[in-house]
Structures are given as C-alpha cells and as structure tokens.
C-alpha cells in the first residue's frame, strides 16, 4: 500500500508541463477499435486509467507498442472479442466507452457496469437510450450489459440530461451506423471535441462537437490516423491552486488555456494573478486571498472535477464562500479530511459553507475519490506540519506523476509503501 507523505510550507515555483487529457484519452484509445488500420496516439498520460484501457485492448486482441514516453501504436486488426474481461472492467468508470466502440465495429458488446471514483449515482441509462435509438437491443445480467444490432441505424438522439459520457458513447457508435444521428442536449466539453477531431481524422463525418447540436453521417470505413491527445484542463487547474495555495510562481505548459477560461476567471476573483501566453500561463499570488462563491455546472461552467482542489484554496482566503455542488451529489466526501487538517466547513445537502482560517495544519487523511486526493494534496503542501495521505490510488488514476513533479516545482513530498495490515492479517489468518 502506497501513501504520500508532505513536509508542508515550500512555496512552489519554476515550471512544470501538463499531461495528456485523462478524460479524452480513456475514450480515444477505445474509439481506435472503430479503425481498419493502426493509429498511433500521442500525448498519452501515463496514469491507471490509461494502463487499463491499453490492457483491455490486449487481451481483447490489439496489437500495443510503446514508441516513446507517451506514445502509442495500437493495431485494432487482431481484436476477435467482444467481451471485455470483467475483472479488469470493473476497476475503471470509463470502462463503458468499449461498448460504444464494439458496437458500432461489430453490433454487439459485452462490458461490465462501469467502476471508478463513489461519487453517487451513475445511471446508464441515457447511454442505453442512445444506443436504443440507434437500433441495438439491451439486456442487463450479473453486472454485465449486453449490447446486440442487426445494422445500426441513423436515428435522433435525445438526451434528458447533459452527460459526457452518454455522448461520447453515443458518437463512438454512431459512426459507423447507416444514415444521419442527431445528438441533441450533447455536452460540450473539450474532451468531447477532442474525440469528435479523432474521429474525424480516421475519416469519420462529425459536426457540431462543442455546441448542443451534434450530428454525424455514417462511413462504411475508418482509417489509421497519427493523432496527439489534448492537454489535461483538470491537471492544469489543480497545479494553478496549487501555485496559488502556496503563495507560489509557476509556469504552467503545454495548455490550451480557453479550455481553462472558468477556472482562471474565479482564480482571479479569488486574488491570484494569472498571465496567459499561447500555450502556457504564469501563475503567482503576492496579495491576500479573498473569499468567493462557486458552483459547477456541466463545460463552459466551472467544472465538477475542480470543486474539491478549489474549496481546500478557500480554506485559506479571508472570509466566508459558498461552493455549491451542481453534478454529483456525493462530491463533498472530502470535507471530513479537510477539517482533520482544521478547515471550517459545513456542508448542507449539495451547499459547502467555508470559513477561511488562513492556514491548515497537517495530518494523516485519506483520499476517497480522485479529485478528492487532489485537493488533500493541495491542502498538505499548504499546511504545516506533515500529512500523509493514505488510499492515493485514487490520485493516480488521473494524474500523471503527480509527486515528481510537485517535486520539481520544489514541494516536499515523497511516495513510500507501507505494509497492507490487512492484507497481514489475512496472510496470517491463512498461515494458521
């Protein structure tokens, strides 16, 4: 069992490079099955999520090659499955996008219900409903959904409410179906247009990806593309609050700052000086901290993914905030950890209440999802003292060396493993 361990109290500075999208990557590597021929794709973060999908696409058949630090050249030809295993499924929310590509390759799927961060409920069904529309059958046993089309079929698509998931699966297999789909009520966020550019790039016909409206006229065929992976937004949001949570300089690189454009926007409300260039930014704080009010909502909002990473800032700023949570309604797990480290939170159904102290002291906590993990961090090199964060895990299932490059920024903070006592217990139980 690995945990972190934080010498809080350095100031970051330098610079550092954001990773490869988490979010657009976890649907680009199973959209390459669609393909006729290999792709290769750049920019691919090296976190769990990543690793498992490649894993997926192995055992299902693909040919995977490594040909440098965070490229890819996945060979779909050999995939002859389409079941994806269900032990390795199970460990990863995004596990669902296999079936959006299985069915629009083969008209059938087999996936297990999808795993990743308890943040509530995660229902399936505007995913279902979408593959519905396009002609395929459902059936749900065991943990398993099952997919099955005679010929998918244009058709129009409307979702009840904004998903991301939902729409990206509904484009994974809607490009290949016979005819025009019409997504309507599609959410915009830039890993949905990210997926739509990769699509499109291997010949797929796709329009509107970013806006409301998404329509895409079936091909018979896909090809092989080389295709880089857009930059992280959430990783580039999480190191601004944590050059800001520190009192910090850094240099933020390889970003598209417009995507970062409702983080910034409150970063600067909040009192953090930010300078952006094309694809990088600068950010520093040489004044107080001021309190502010947030709350997310679905892309171009503040997003979801940001809440926790900003309410441990506000920790620290003068006066009271109000973060309101718009999307999950268990997103707020975190705030029992941050008060073991002495913030002043209350939280009333989906309403956080921040008291700013000014400062946190260190303690040991644990990390219940991943956003969560990344907000302890932030609080940790903030506080003082020392703070071991337990369960990091999570972390790493969305972030890309995380403790390397904090390090480099000049954070105090190492990754050590400690034995599993339980994992003891039962060893010792069965020696007996």
């Not at 990806?209 to 896909?222: E, F, M, N, S």
Request: glycine content about 10%; proline content about 4%.
């Amino acid at each position: 069992m690995d945990k972190f361990v934080i010498k809080g109290g350095r100031r970051l500075t330098g610079s550092v490079v954001i990773s490869g999208a988490k979010n657009a990557a976890v649907a680009i590597l199973p959209a390459v099955i669609l393909s006729d021929e290999p792709c290769i794709i750049e920019n691919v973060p090296d976190i769990s999520d990543v690793n498992i999908s490649l894993r997926i696409l192995r055992e299902m058949g693909a040919v995977v090659e490594n040909l440098g630090k965070d490229v890819y050249k996945i060979d779909p030809t050999g995939i002859d499955k389409v079941c994806v295993p269900y032990e390795t499924a199970r460990k990863m929310r995004a596990s669902y996008y296999f079936l959006g590509a299985l069915l629009g390759k083969f008209n059938k799927a087999r996936v297990s219900m999808p795993g990743g961060c308890p943040l509530g409920d995660r229902p399936i069904d505007q995913h279902l409903k979408a593959f519905s529309a396009l002609g395929a059958e459902y059936t749900l046993s065991q943990g398993m959904i099952d997919l099955k089309a005679d010929q998918l079929r244009g058709n129009q698509i409307f979702f009840d409410v904004v998903t991301v998931g939902a729409t990206m699966n509904a484009m994974l297999a809607a490009v290949k179906a016979e005819g025009l789909t019409v997504i309507e009520n599609a959410a915009k966020e830039p890993h949905i247009v990210d997926l739509a550019n990769f699509l499109n790039s291997m010949g797929a016909n796709i329009m509107g990806a970013g806006t409301d409206v998404i329509k895409i006229r079936g091909v018979q065929h896909l090809h092989g593309t080389s295709y880089s992976v857009i930059p992280d937004q959430i990783e580039a949001g999480t190191f601004m609050i944590a050059a800001a949570a520190t009192g910090g300089d850094v240099m933020i690189e390889n970003i598209t700052p417009k995507h970062l454009e409702s983080i910034t926007k409150k970063l600067e409300k909040i009192g953090v000086n930010i300078e952006q260039y094309d694809d990088s930014m600068r950010v520093w704080v040489d004044g107080p901290l001021v309190k502010a009010n947030v709350k997310t909502t679905p892309h171009p909002g503040f997003p979801t993914d940001m809440q926790p990473q900003i309410a441990a800032l506000l920790t620290l700023a003068e006066g009271t905030s109000i973060v309101t949570e718009g999307v999950w309604e268990q997103r707020f797990r975190y705030v029992d950890e941050l008060r073991r480290m002495g913030a002043d939170i209350t939280v009333n159904g989906k309403v956080a209440l921040i008291e700013g102290t000014g400062s946190l002291m260190g303690a040991p906590v644990k990390a219940c999802d991943l956003r969560a993990g990344a907000a302890l961090i932030i609080a940790g090199l903030a506080a003082n003292g020392i703070t071991e964060i337990e369960d990091i895990y999570h972390i790493e299932r969305g972030y890309d060396c995380m403790e390397g490059k904090l390090r480099g920024l000049g954070a105090d903070i190492e990754k050590i493993s400690v034995p599993d006592k339980m994992a003891e217990s039962k060893n010792a139980r069965a020696a007996v």
